[in-house]
């Protein structure tokens, strides 16, 4: 059956998935550091983002076939993208109400509008680029849903895979049940900042090499 | 209880004391201790793997590793084995060879390796045999690592 | 009117001396290994400079009652004499300071103490040491060095940081260099981004199963060892290092007199602010002779100290104990404590207990290090050669 293959699949590589999306998400839990109820409407964002990702790739497949997916020279640049895009939002939301760092005047003149509250966008737009990253297992399930030979079965197979790969994210938002800590907050921007300088270092190999 | 409290304390502070010249002189006698926990050996992404078989061929004893495909949790999509060549007295400046890591009787790759120069070349004939990772000389040895699909996670 | 130290062994020179005796035994045992070889000239005034070196800046330390300059003056020969023998061995071995896939496949590369930040999570869930070296052989085998590590920072916790850590004392030395520094200000928040960098290095190496901080990141590699420069990969490694190392361990310290690699980079200094937690040793700040001047915010060189900090009595967790803010204190306010006693009694034997153990720490890793790369310089003047 397409649910439980979909789904015992997302279990047996899902904390791959893990890895590929907790540097993403991890700093911005530390963060933020709130309550565990709010921890957990992040994660729906971000698993939301994720899951709209990864259904718009599979209607991608569906319409122009595998063979771009199958590093095509167009795909990597598009990965690349993905990559510089996903770097650019960890950085900005690093910095973003960063009070403790002082820019200096250069930092008075760079006004970021994107809405009255920009870290409510972080973790549904870091759901949606860390899904356009094609983990490994997502390929796997991908190959698999392909096989199947119809939207409905790739579907429905892609849905369960999808969750049974969330089960692993579900104790992060944990993190909220320590104590509000100043010291979390800013280790969770800092470690957003980091993190989106190796991701624009991965989007700019993958750019420029052949 | 203060006093208690005083006593423990600076006995700490005596015994972190002592500590730090017992910790050096006693080191190999710690080190020894460590190092018989079970998570104190090389993970084999780093030692090769374990060794899987053992031959003579062509005047070199030819050990071929089990190939690696670990990972932080279970298994991952890539992986290496390790084949190494060792001579009973010196290298041969040419060693040219097939390799059967799996055990199923056919040749899974054809390695072609200058000692001297150290330029080698693969020949892939297993579908799951990608390229080349590292060729080089380890001491009186010539170790090749080939870069390998995992059959299981395809 | 200068305030009357703290300590009853300043200014005092037969006091001084009686706490003195000790360490001129210890430092005897531990610069020559218990193994004395004076069989050359060589090693004779290697062992007479080192063995003087070290017991008058301990005498110093105990006449003026001052510990960071004298510390300091160990401090930055550790780090100049290790590199200058690590490399001389590494030379004569190998011939160039570059390791190649020969050392990696013969699991032969030493085993630094920052390693110990990226094995954990992976030791535990795959019960192996993710690093291409030796469990018991060898210099530096990972063993060794994980029990040393572990003997260190249960006795001084971050202390290890400015007292052992033979990296360390690079950006020490350069912070020093300038009589004032050319940004004044520099945020301590900034400490808590090692901690990110511990976090993320962690991670990436847990899920890559390779020391990743070692292969793309350690400044040190600069004066220690790296990877032959064969492919576009190697030479990007390698401008990543030399430019940390630039950076971090001489611009930066220049300009800000803070030493700014081991404050905010290092992950290891990251870990070692956790042990801090369950260490005996402390510094407080006496909350009834401070005036807020501040200085000591201003002048602590690993951002351990802000406003909040000094009006609680104690610096943050990242304190690595070298004990300027104490010299620096026009109100002798600050000094080393032991947690749970009073921070106005008894300072003389809380400074006392702290420093036995931190400069025989000093000692046993400058000593042989310090008289061996003397010998090699003697060997150097009069030979031409160092090998």
């Known amino acids: 059956m397409l649910s439980s293959e979909g789904f015992i699949l997302g279990l047996s590589t899902g904390v791959v998935c893990l890895a590929y999306c907790g540097p993403v998400l991890i700093p911005y839990i530390l963060a933020e ?178 | 209880m203060k006093t208690i409290r005083n006593i423990i304390i600076y006995t700490w502070a005596v015994l972190c004391m002592i500590l730090i010249p017992v910790t050096f002189v006693r080191s190999t006698g710690f080190s020894e201790m460590l190092a018989r926990l079970p998570f104190m050996k090389i993970n084999p992404r780093h030692s090769g793997g374990e060794i899987g078989r053992v031959y003579e061929h062509n005047n070199l004893k030819i050990t071929v590793n089990k190939p690696v495909f670990d990972a932080l949790i279970g298994e991952s999509r890539k992986g290496f084995v390790q084949v190494r060549f060792s001579p009973a007295d010196s290298l041969p400046p040419f060693i040219s060879d097939t390799i059967d890591f799996d055990n199923n009787g056919t040749p899974d790759l054809a390695l072609a390796i200058d000692t001297k120069t150290g330029q080698s070349s693969l020949q892939p004939i297993d579908k799951n045999v990608l390229d080349l990772n590292i060729s080089s000389k380890v001491k009186k040895d010539w170790v090749v690592r080939v870069n390998l699909l995992n059959p299981g996670r395809k | ?183 004044r200000k520099f945020n301590p928040v900034f400490r808590w981004a090692a901690f990110a960098v511990l976090i993320l290095v962690a991670l990436w190496a847990a899920l890559t199963l390779t020391p990743q901080y070692c292969n793309w990141l350690c400044p040190f590699k600069t004066v220690t060892e790296f990877e032959k420069v064969t492919s576009v990969e190697t030479l990007l490694k390698t401008i990543v290092f030399v430019s940390l190392f630039a950076a971090l361990v001489i611009i930066l310290p220049l300009l800000t007199k803070k030493r700014i690699q081991c404050a905010t980079f290092c992950p290891m200094g990251a870990l070692c602010s956790l042990t801090n937690k369950i260490n005996v040793f402390d510094v407080k700040i006496d909350k009834e002779k401070c005036n807020s001047c501040l200085k000591c915010v201003t002048i602590c060189p690993t951002l351990s100290l802000n406003k909040e900090e000094v009006a609680r009595g104690k610096p943050s967790m990242t304190c690595c104990k070298c004990g300027k803010c104490i010299d620096s204190c026009s109100r002798q306010a600050i000094h080393y404590h032991l947690k749970g006693t009073p921070s106005d009694k008894k300072l003389t034997t809380a400074r006392m207990l702290f420093l036995y153990p931190a400069f025989t720490l000093l000692v046993i890793f400058t000593g042989g290090t310090m008289q061996y790369g003397i010998t090699l310089l003697i060997r150097l003047f009069t030979t031409g050669s160092l090998f």
């Open chain 1, 33 to 210: 550091s709130t309550r565990v109820k709010r921890n957990y409407l992040s994660l729906v964002l971000f698993l939301g983002g994720r899951l709209i990702a990864y259904l718009t790739t599979g209607l991608i497949a569906g319409l122009i076939g595998m063979t771009f997916f199958q590093k095509s020279a167009l795909f990597t640049r598009a990965l690349a993208i993905v990559y510089i895009l996903l770097a650019l939002l960890m950085i900005i939301y690093g910095f973003h109400r960063f009070r403790e760092i002082c820019l200096g005047s250069a930092g008075k003149n760079v006004k970021i509008h994107f809405g009255p509250d920009l870290t409510a966008w972080v973790p549904f737009l870091g759901g949606v680029l860390t899904g356009f990253n094609l983990c490994p297992p997502f390929m796997m399930a991908f190959t698999k849903a392909f096989a199947t030979g119809n939207i409905s079965g790739s579907l429905m197979l892609f849905f369960w895979f999808f969750l049974g790969t969330s089960v692993y994210f579900i104790p992060l938002p944990l993190i909220g049940f320590v104590r509000r800590q100043k010291v979390l907050q800013i280790i969770g921007k800092f470690a957003s900042i980091l993190a989106g300088f190796y991701y624009f270092y991965l989007g700019l190999i993958m750019l420029v090499h052949k």
């Open chain 3, 1 to 183: 009117m200068k305030t009357p130290s703290a300590y009853s062994t300043t200014g005092k020179i037969g006091k001084s001396v009686l706490f003195l005796l000790p360490m001129l035994l210890i430092t005897f045992v531990f610069i020559t290994g218990g193994q004395p070889d004076f069989s050359g000239t060589g090693q004779v005034i290697g062992f007479i400079i080192t063995y003087v070196f070290f017991n008058y800046l301990f005498f110093r330390m105990l006449y003026t009652g001052k510990t960071d300059r004298y510390r300091a003056a160990g401090f930055i020969v550790l780090a100049l004499f290790f590199a200058f023998v690590f490399i001389v061995n590494l030379v004569r071995a190998r011939g160039n300071m570059s390791f190649s896939d020969e050392n990696i496949l013969a699991c032969e590369i030493p085993f630094c103490h920052i390693v110990i930040t990226m094995i954990i999570i992976p030791a535990a869930l795959t019960q192996t040491i993710i690093f291409p070296g030796s469990i018991l052989e060898g210099f530096a085998a990972i063993s060794l060095m994980i029990v040393i590590w572990l003997g260190i920072s249960l006795a001084l916790g971050r202390g290890f940081c400015s007292w052992g850590c033979f990296y360390g004392g690079w950006d020490d030395g350069t912070s020093r260099i300038l009589k004032k520094p050319v940004i």
